[in-house]
């Protein structure tokens, strides 16, 4: 069941797509739909970054000249990954320095973001190196002790980074930081100033925006736009090769695929062991190695969806009917690396904030998903002396604990979500952007729609309301009949809408029945014909 949330009803003397945007709450709607440039996005960057873009052009300029070690140092996520491959391939493939290495941390060794074990792995390749040059690309604007103990090593230090500035932030000899754009994206930006030709490198921009979950307004909006018309006419050999092994060899690239194809398999061998594969994958240039690196990425990303069932199967043993306000889980056979997907399904599947604890020996590693609503590292942070680790925001977090210490915060937090979070916020509900007729359904309503793309978190694709339409038909369809086929009439056409797992919504619905649909358009062209699906979200009996 879902609250409907309808933003506005349609009027025949306004423009479609303005009235969306406008309800949406975006102002400027000629500013919106314009066709900006990269460039022009990069000229409204703040001052302050692009100053610091020219320190740290210097700062490189100065290490290449002196040939000394450049290190990449970056994520085990899709962002991580791709934004030090961007950087990682442009000293090597396009300045020809043969001095420049990548450290990617790993997750059961380091944990998360620049730690001393990891700097002390680096240096240790480097023994006899009296001066290096690190960048640090998705990390480093909290580490501030950790960049102190390079610096007071005789290394310099070029940080960049996205994440939530702290008011100290580290003395790195540059920061570089918006929290505007992902990691893939500065270090994409840093990559043109220090000279790169390479459009092919946009591509991982655009696939980091979207694993990382921006929002797609503005710069970010216009990155993907680019880096998509890059996937679909000539990707990234490595990207291409990883899109042909999940069964992606035809069609178009589209935010779907970034989120859902790629974003997955790259972060799988991360989730699993480590990320080599995937830094791997996207900096390698042999042929039959990058076939070889896909596969084994796909295999991994098979074992990570068989694992994140095992662990979900365990975890969703709560009844419907008398479900806590937040879902709480521990278990020693979960995995550290999958325990923030199984949080994500079961805040999916309940609505409601999930906790999920993997059991170590001394200790367990907590990920949190939360819902609208419920700020949950507010909530966690009340009981900061109770972990020994504690990071993230508003909408998911993760956490260290001591072992003896679990019971003490699952009683506290399961009285603090029973007394303080409200029933209202663990209601799903749809933003429905129009109320709108039946006969406004046509291609040209969706050619319309279309440019708004590209379609993600922040500029979503438009859902619509119809109601008192009538149903003709009503069949099960799919592998398993989870999914209903709907055949509706409003008095003058027919329309076929498609409801992918909503086979048990059928119940109590019957030829005749009149329904109010909510759905979005997709256009479906078969053997030549063009027809209009709609997509549905939710509907009610009138």
Not at 150 to 169: E, F, N, W
Not at 335 to 343: M, S, T
Not at 410 to 439: F, G, Q, T, V
């Amino acid at each position: 069941m879902f609250n409907w949330n309808v933003l506005g009803k349609y009027d025949p003397g306004k423009d479609v797509i303005e009235t969306i945007l406008k309800n949406r709450g975006i102002k400027n709607v000629k500013e919106f739909l314009s066709n900006k440039t990269l460039n022009e996005c990069f000229d409204q960057m703040p001052k302050d970054f692009k100053k610091s873009l020219n320190e740290a052009k210097d700062i490189v300029d100065t290490a290449i000249k002196k040939d000394i070690p450049i290190v990449v140092f970056g994520d085990y996520d899709s962002d991580g990954i791709n934004a030090t491959a961007i950087l990682y391939n442009f000293f090597k493939d396009e300045k020809g320095y043969e001095n420049i290495h990548y450290f990617i941390p790993n997750r059961f060794e380091h944990s998360y973001g620049i730690t001393i074990s990891a700097i002390d792995d680096i240096l240790r390749k480097f023994k006899k190196e009296k001066e290096m040059l690190f960048i640090t690309v998705d990390v480093g604007i909290t580490a501030y002790k950790e960049i102190e103990y390079i610096k007071s090593l005789g290394h310099k230090v070029i940080l960049t980074d996205h994440h939530q500035r702290p008011d100290k932030i580290p003395n790195a000899d540059c920061v570089l930081w918006s929290d505007q754009i992902c990691g893939a994206v500065i270090s994409w930006i840093l990559s043109k100033a220090l000279g790169s030709k390479n459009k092919q490198s946009l591509a991982n921009a655009a696939l980091a925006t979207i694993t990382d979950l921006q929002t797609l307004v503005g710069f970010n909006r216009v990155v993907v736009k680019y880096g998509l018309s890059i996937l679909n006419n000539n990707p990234p050999l490595g990207l291409k090769k990883l899109l042909s092994i999940s069964g992606k060899e035809e069609g178009e690239i589209t935010t779907y695929e970034l989120g859902w194809v790629l974003g997955p398999r790259l972060n799988a061998s991360g989730r699993l062991e480590t990320a080599e594969d995937s830094i791997r994958l996207l900096i390698e240039k042999d042929e039959k190695v990058l076939s070889e690196l896909a596969l084994k990425l796909n295999t991994k990303n098979i074992q990570r969806q068989e694992k994140t069932l095992e662990m979900y199967e365990i975890a969703s043993e709560f009844k419907d009917n008398n479900l806590p306000k937040i879902i709480f889980s521990v278990d020693k056979k979960y995995h550290e690396g999958i325990i923030g997907l199984v949080a994500a399904k079961l805040t999916q599947k309940y609505y409601r904030p999930s906790i999920v604890i993997c059991l170590m020996d001394k200790y367990g590693k907590g990920s949190v998903r939360s819902v609208p609503g419920v700020n949950i590292i507010e909530i966690l942070r009340k009981y900061e002396d109770l972990f020994i680790d504690l990071g993230g925001h508003p909408m998911a977090a993760g956490f260290t604990i001591d072992k003896e210490n679990i019971d003490k915060f699952k009683k506290k937090i399961e009285k603090y979500a029973e007394e303080n979070i409200n029933e209202k916020d663990l209601i799903p509900s749809i933003n429905i952007d129009l109320n709108i007729p039946a006969n406004l359904i046509s291609e040209k309503l969706v050619n319309l729609i279309d440019s708004l793309k590209p379609f993600g978190l922040g500029n979503d694709q438009p859902v619509f309301l119809t109601q008192n339409l009538g149903v003709v038909s009503c069949d099960m369809i799919g592998k398993n009949q989870q999914h209903l086929k709907l055949s509706l009439y409003d008095g003058k056409k027919y329309y076929k809408a498609v409801y992918f797992d909503g086979a048990k919504s059928c119940k109590g619905l019957n030829i005749g029945s009149k329904i109010d649909l909510v759905y979005t358009l997709k256009k479906n062209e078969y053997n030549g014909n063009r027809n209009i699906d709609l997509i549905v979200k939710d509907f009610r009996k009138v």
